[in-house]
């Protein structure tokens, strides 16, 4: 079965400034997906950013942007210019692409990072 | 951008009561799904829908959980007789394809 693992409980920024958070994943599987999502205190689930793990080029998204290490099975996610808006839970995930090959449908997730942005 | 919708956002019941959790997926969407968060705990799965039938689902749900899609746009969780660690925040998510789900707001469900 596949885990995913969050090794930072929390984390905090100042206000501009750039944070990395940290995911890592155990998968005998060779294509899958992986997903940031964040979870602000009204606690909807946000798609922050997605890697498809056939990709070579670390997937971006305006201030957001991944490190994915296949190899080394990890899957890092870096916010630049933090703002105080981003401040929220945020949670790694993973699923598999290869449903059809018996791999499940369902997103595993970390344990989440609690990020603060100080001002 | 188009929405998944759940309702109510907080219910609260007596333990052994029945509840209903409802959910209209994204429209054009195909496969649903239904995931708990306990507070302060990791997000679990519990059921995937597909083709008006359940697709897989986890440990978690057992005999006391249901789900249906009665009319082709709601998508709904029963729990039949709820217990105290039943408490939790219930989402609902949809996706056309595998490469990202869309998850509404929650339903936050206490049971007293």
């Known amino acids: 079965a596949q885990t995913v693992t969050q090794s930072q409980p929390e984390m905090s920024v100042q206000e501009a400034e750039t944070v990395t958070l940290s995911c890592t994943y155990d998968?005998?599987?060779?294509?899958?997906?992986l997903f940031w999502y964040k979870q602000p205190p009204s606690r909807q689930m946000i798609l922050v950013i997605r890697q498809e793990a056939y990709k070579q080029q670390n997937a971006t998204e305006n201030r957001f942007s991944v490190n994915f290490q296949k190899a080394a099975k990890s899957f890092s996610l870096k916010i630049s210019d933090s703002q105080l808006g981003d401040a929220a839970m945020y949670f790694c995930?993973?699923?598999?692409?290869?449903?059809?090959?018996?791999?499940?449908?369902?997103?595993?997730f970390g344990k989440g990072t609690k990020l603060t942005v100080n001002p | 951008e188009p929405e998944v919708t759940q309702t109510p956002s907080h219910q609260v019941t007596q333990m052994g009561q029945e509840v209903i959790l409802r959910c209209v997926p994204i429209?054009?969407?195909?496969?649903f799904y239904w995931y708990r968060q306990i507070l302060g705990q990791k997000v679990e799965f519990l059921v995937s829908?597909?083709?008006?039938?359940?697709?897989?689902k986890s440990e978690i749900f057992d005999d006391q959980f249901s789900v249906e899609r009665p009319d082709g746009s709601n998508f709904t969780l029963k729990i039949r007789s709820t217990k105290l660690e039943d408490s939790a925040m219930y989402f609902c998510a949809s996706t056309l394809t595998s490469s990202g789900y869309t998850f509404g707001s929650g339903t936050r469900l206490t049971v007293v």
């Open positions: 998968t005998s599987e060779s294509d899958y997906y």
């Open positions: 829908f597909y083709n008006n039938e359940i697709s897989e």
């Open positions: 429209s054009n969407h195909l496969y």
């Open positions: 995930a993973y699923r598999s692409s290869s449903v059809t090959q018996g791999g499940s449908e369902k997103l595993v």
